[in-house]
């Protein structure tokens, strides 16, 4: 029976083109419709092949506030056992080291042979949480992962981590972390019956103070980063539109190569 | 932004229902709307999608979960059919017919005749028909002719349907027959299960129709058909009130395949006008163009809200549903035809050929006036309701 | 003094990873704006060559040798063994590669230390101000850490490398006996293509996408990339065709990339692929759609079929190349 913890994050929708900030540099999470970060959904999908294959449970785990609920939602739909989310004023605009600490925190409370994570978010806060989150709690750490295979006798998980070459295949004790990726297959989409079955499967919230973290550590007000200001990006010139024959048209893209010294 | 195709009106929708809708949508864009044209050319009952509906639950969405159904209620219900049929309208109706039909097992069945039959109706390994109208008993339904007369345990059936939605591929059919002549018109009828095959059963003929060509409308003849008396719904007389308390959750039904045939007009016409170019501008830029599209989006959601608040209405088990399924299903009618109407008029001679699909959505659209009731029939029901005499 | 260290990454075949050049080059840059001390730190099997290298660009650089670290996965090793040297300094700079992300987690959780990711920029105003893309590029971002201590990962080709112009000295050190970190043993590396270096260091990218068709189709994608000294990407639908490996994809799902130039053939440009490349500094774009999103934000477009266009542009470039 494998137990697997699946962080999820609620992300705005990339494709709404909504997103926000608020007059105080923070991401305005209520602009645009929270989505399950995407590589979240891979993640959650390979949790789903594995306990198909081995047996076991999947509990999700999302620290956010808004649309903690509707991504918990999706991914009991599409089949996990049960979802756990942290909430908390104090959290509005946490840092990297205060999101790992409160996610460790949770994750004490839990059992499981395996941790999995999506390797980054759309929202920008790329990637370096969950390597924090292995490293608070002590549990081998693996990244882009394109597979990821347990062996519930011996123990270990085995994980092909992509490379710029091809893949290293590694090898780790579980409990482990395991971050991945796109290439560990298409999300399924959840079905009717996992749709209707997810209103009766629990879901658990916890504050700051269940987790005994209540004491001002963690939390935007402790926050170690903070944004100064933003700008939009310097319009690009108006499109150049070449159309005529091929050769007439290379020799144009070449001279434009060359006007750039791209050549 | 060019036009999207964000669905809307989700202030009354639950997180459930608002999956569930996403899900039949994501399903119905991939898998549905790409087999739309070729179902409507070649006329055939399209087997692979029912095969798809059984096999992603959407067909068991009727139906109590005791029975292996979904137990969702007539909004969720609604939600699918019209996500479905705003890829193919043929195509939504097999939920539709197939929830319109099983109707009188669910309200008045008996807890062995739901058990008997609801579990392969859940699991859409088998198909049921709706056989009330003849041809000389349409609007006027109290007046049909077919007969049931009893022969020790059984019911001997004769007579014939005319314009049975899935005729010919059902495996059960929903008959209403006249067991007492002499009774009052609203209580000479008696409605019956049908089990098919069955000797005397004949298909008589398949009607070619301007649209929803895919689905198959028959005509059905039963010579001698033996009816065991247990397949009788409810207690003799009662199928007018049967076949009427059907048509209230029904009629939203086809209330929602009309929104979904409005709605995906709209978006092709939309999209269209972003995209076509007359007179060095994208027709969208022009206010008539603009307008229609206007009025089209107005037609379709408000076509849309007055369906939510029907079901929930309906569901609610408000004393005025008659008037509330009666109310959607003349509305969302209407809009389905003018907004797919407009639409073949916005892509001009394009509309008219069948590179585009708001030929064949127009042709669709207007099968939603005539049936479950034709509009006029639903002007009377609104008309008696509202003038206190029902 | 604020110092600022600097994690150098190893390729292969142990020289120097190109992204560490650049960030190397970039805190030699915050040095001298700050009135700070540089310096580097590399950590592998044999780190002396590239260490040398990196000693090109800073002027004192730490080698450590490490026998686990080739079988064993490397950012555990590194952040293991850098821990103290990281705790001594007040910054510490590190390429934004899956393993440079790595340790940056790794050492944000063993330091208690803030980390701002993906830096596109990084000044300094009493610290490192760094600035970062958001929303998948139509908003840039400044942060800044709230104490006096911060790491940064910061993305290819920010800066060009540029050696300093005398080299510093290398020092061999050894391993922190630093953090317990659990092993990840490395039980077998396979190369699927080519040693190639990841896409996000490329100047010059030359993507394929749907239009492209084919696995045979990329041929010209590749003709091309050779012909600019570039690398082959492409968006997700050439991918999930099965045309062309995960690792060269780009996009929300994949890599995010800010080369000199990003040409793309038969790719629309749809917001997801979109994210992944905006920012190049020049975007050319062949598709026989005019209407397509790409053709909104490139520099120049050809309307045409990629099999005609794309062989065209080969042979020209080929011909001016002599």
Same mark, same amino acid.
């Given at each position: 029976m494998l137990r697997i913890v699946v962080l999820i994050k609620p992300v705005p929708d990339p494709a709404s083109a909504a997103e926000r900030l608020t007059p105080d540099w923070r991401l305005d999470r209520t602009a645009a419709p929270p989505v399950i970060n995407g590589n979240d959904e891979y993640v959650l999908e390979a949790a789903l092949k594995l306990i198909n294959a081995h047996g076991g449970e999947i509990t999700t785990l999302t620290m956010a506030g808004h649309g903690a609920t509707d991504v918990t939602r999706k991914a009991l739909a599409m089949g996990a056992t049960r979802g756990v989310i942290v909430t908390d004023d104090a959290l509005a605009g946490s840092d990297v080291v205060s999101t790992a600490r409160v996610l460790a925190a949770a994750l004490r409370e839990l059992e499981f042979d395996l941790v999995f994570a999506g390797i980054d978010t759309s929202d920008g806060v790329g990637g370096?949480?969950?390597?924090?989150?292995?490293?608070?709690?002590?549990?081998?750490?693996?990244?882009?992962?394109?597979?990821?295979?347990?062996?519930?006798?011996?123990?270990?998980?085995?994980?092909?981590?992509?490379?710029?070459?091809?893949?290293?295949?590694?090898?780790?004790?579980?409990?482990?972390?395991?971050?991945?990726?796109?290439?560990?297959g298409e999300p399924r989409y959840p079905s009717l019956k996992g749709i209707m079955a997810a209103r009766s499967k629990e879901v658990v919230t916890r504050s700051l103070a269940d987790l005994g973290l209540a004491d001002g550590s963690v939390g935007g007000s402790v926050a170690t980063t903070r944004v100064i200001d933003a700008r939009q990006p310097p319009a690009r010139a108006a499109t150049r539109v070449v159309r005529g024959a091929p050769d007439e048209a290379a020799r144009e893209v070449v001279d434009f190569l060359a006007e750039r010294r791209l050549i | 932004?060019?036009?999207?195709?964000?669905?809307? %009106?989700?202030?009354?929708?639950?997180?459930?229902?608002?999956?569930?809708?996403?899900?039949?949508?994501?399903?119905?864009?991939?898998?549905?709307?790409?087999?739309?044209?070729?179902?409507?050319?070649?006329?055939? !009952?399209?087997?692979?999608?029912?095969?798809?509906?059984a096999a992603h639950d959407i067909l068991a969405l009727p139906f109590p979960a005791e029975h292996g159904g979904l137990g969702a209620d007539l909004l969720t219900v609604c939600l699918a059919i019209e996500q479905i049929s705003r890829a193919c309208a043929t195509s939504g109706l097999i939920l539709a017919v197939h929830e319109l039909a099983s109707l009188a097992i669910v309200l008045a069945g008996t807890a062995d005749q739901q058990a008997r039959w609801l579990p392969d109706l859940a699991a859409g390994r088998k198909l049921i028909a709706f056989a009330l109208t003849e041809a000389e008993a349409g609007s006027d339904a109290a007046a049909i002719r077919t007969r049931a007369t009893q022969d020790g345990e059984n019911y001997i059936l004769n007579g014939s349907k005319r314009f049975i939605s899935h005729g010919s591929v059902a495996n059960l059919v929903t008959v209403f027959a006249v067991t007492d002549p002499e009774a009052d018109r609203h209580r000479r009828m008696s409605c019956f299960i049908v089990?098919?095959?069955?000797?005397?059963?004949?298909?008589?003929?398949?009607?070619?129709?301007? %649209?929803?060509?895919?689905?198959?409308?028959?005509?059905?003849? !039963?010579?001698?058909?033996?009816?065991?008396?247990?397949?009788?719904? +409810?207690?003799?007389?009662?199928?007018?009130?049967?076949?009427?308390?059907?048509?209230?959750r029904s009629r939203p039904g086809i209330a929602a395949q009309a929104v979904g045939i409005a709605q995906g007009a709209l978006e092709v016409a939309a999209r269209y006008a972003t995209e076509r170019r007359q007179f060095g501008r994208p027709i969208a830029d022009f206010q008539l163009v603009a307008g229609m599209l206007a009025d089209m989006d107005a037609a379709t959601?408000?076509?849309?809200?007055?369906?939510?608040?029907?079901?929930?209405?309906?569901?609610? +088990?408000?004393?005025?549903? %008659?008037?509330?399924?009666?109310?959607?299903?003349?509305?969302?009618?209407?809009?389905?035809?003018?907004?797919?109407?407009?639409?073949?008029?916005?892509? +001009? +001679?394009?509309?008219?050929?069948?590179?585009?699909?708001?030929?064949?959505?127009?042709?669709?659209?207007?099968?939603?006036q005539l049936y479950e009731g034709t509009q006029q029939i639903q002007r009377l029901v609104v008309a008696r309701s509202l003038l206190g005499r029902d | 003094m604020a110092t600022i260290l600097v994690i150098g990454e190893t390729t292969a075949d142990g020289g120097l990873a190109r992204i560490s050049a650049e960030v190397a080059t970039l805190a030699r840059t915050l040095a001298g704006q700050a009135g700070a001390d540089a310096t580097g730190v590399v950590v592998a099997t044999d780190p002396t060559a590239a260490a040398t290298e990196l000693a090109g660009y800073l002027?004192?650089?730490?080698?450590?040798?490490?026998?686990?670290?080739? #079988?064993?996965?490397?950012?555990?090793?590194?952040?293991?063994?850098?821990?103290?040297?990281?705790?001594?300094?007040? @910054?510490?700079?590190?390429?934004?590669?899956?393993?440079?992300?790595?340790?940056?987690?790794?050492?944000?959780?063993?330091?208690?230390?803030?980390?701002?990711?993906?830096?596109?920029?990084? #000044?300094?105003?009493?610290?490192?101000?760094?600035?970062?893309?958001? @929303?998948?590029?139509?908003?840039i971002t400044r942060s800044r850490f709230t104490g006096s201590s911060g790491i940064v990962t910061v993305r290819p080709n920010v800066v060009t490398a540029e050696p300093a112009s005398a080299p510093g000295t290398v020092t061999e050190a050894s391993a922190d006996a630093g953090a317990d970190l659990p092993a990840v043993t490395v039980v077998d590396r396979v190369a699927?293509?080519?040693?190639?270096?990841?896409?996000?260091?490329?100047?010059?990218?030359?993507?394929?996408?749907?239009?492209?068709?084919?696995?045979?189709? @990329?041929?010209?994608? #590749?003709?091309?990339?050779?012909?600019?000294?570039?690398?082959v990407g492409a968006s997700r639908a050439a991918v999930d065709s099965g045309w062309i490996p995960y690792s060269q994809q780009i996009g929300q799902t994949g890599k995010i990339v800010k080369p000199k130039l990003y040409l793309a053939l038969g790719i629309s440009g749809a917001i997801q692929h979109k994210v992944g490349m905006q920012t190049a500094e020049t975007i050319v774009a062949v598709n026989r759609d005019p209407d397509a999103p790409i053709a909104e934000f490139a520099d120049l477009v050809v309307v045409g079929d990629l099999f005609a266009v794309g062989p065209a542009i080969l042979a020209e470039l080929r011909s001016r190349s002599g």
């Open positions: 370096v949480v969950h390597a924090a989150v292995a490293t608070l709690l002590g549990l081998p750490y693996c990244s882009f992962a394109a597979r990821i295979e347990p062996d519930l006798e011996a123990r270990t998980v085995l994980v092909r981590r992509i490379s710029p070459v091809g893949y290293d295949v590694l090898a780790a004790p579980m409990p482990a972390l395991v971050a991945g990726t796109q290439a560990l | 932004m060019t036009a999207t195709s964000q669905p809307s %009106g989700t202030s009354r929708l639950t997180e459930e229902q608002l999956l569930l809708r996403d899900a039949v949508r994501v399903l119905a864009d991939e898998r549905i709307a790409p087999r739309a044209a070729e179902i409507d050319r070649s006329g055939e !009952f399209p087997d692979d999608v029912r095969e798809l509906l089990e098919l095959p069955t000797d005397g059963f004949r298909v008589a003929r398949i009607e070619h129709k301007m %649209g929803i060509r895919g689905s198959p409308t028959a005509e059905l003849e !039963f010579t001698d058909v033996r009816v065991p008396a247990a397949n009788r719904i +409810g207690d003799e007389g009662d199928g007018f009130e049967l076949a009427m308390r059907t048509f209230e959601e408000s076509a849309r809200q007055l369906l939510y608040t029907a079901c929930t209405e309906i569901e609610a +088990g408000a004393p005025d549903a %008659g008037r509330w399924s009666a109310l959607c299903k003349l509305v969302a009618g209407d809009a389905a035809m003018r907004v797919t109407t407009d639409a073949v008029q916005v892509l +001009g +001679g394009y509309g008219y050929i069948d590179e585009f699909p708001v030929e064949r959505m127009m042709r669709d659209a207007k099968i939603t | 002027p004192a650089v730490s080698a450590i040798a490490d026998a686990h670290a080739a #079988d064993q996965v490397a950012p555990q090793r590194v952040a293991s063994a850098v821990v103290e040297a990281a705790r001594a300094a007040d @910054f510490v700079l590190i390429g934004a590669s899956p393993d440079g992300r790595d340790v940056a987690g790794i050492l944000s959780a063993l330091l208690g230390r803030g980390v701002l990711v993906n830096a596109v920029g990084v #000044d300094w105003d009493d610290g490192p101000v760094v600035e970062m893309s958001a @929303f998948g590029g139509k908003l699927e293509a080519s040693a190639a270096a990841p896409i996000e260091e490329a100047r010059i990218i030359v993507a394929g996408g749907r239009g492209v068709g084919s696995p045979d189709g @990329f041929r010209i994608v #590749d003709q091309l990339a050779e012909a600019l000294g570039g690398a």
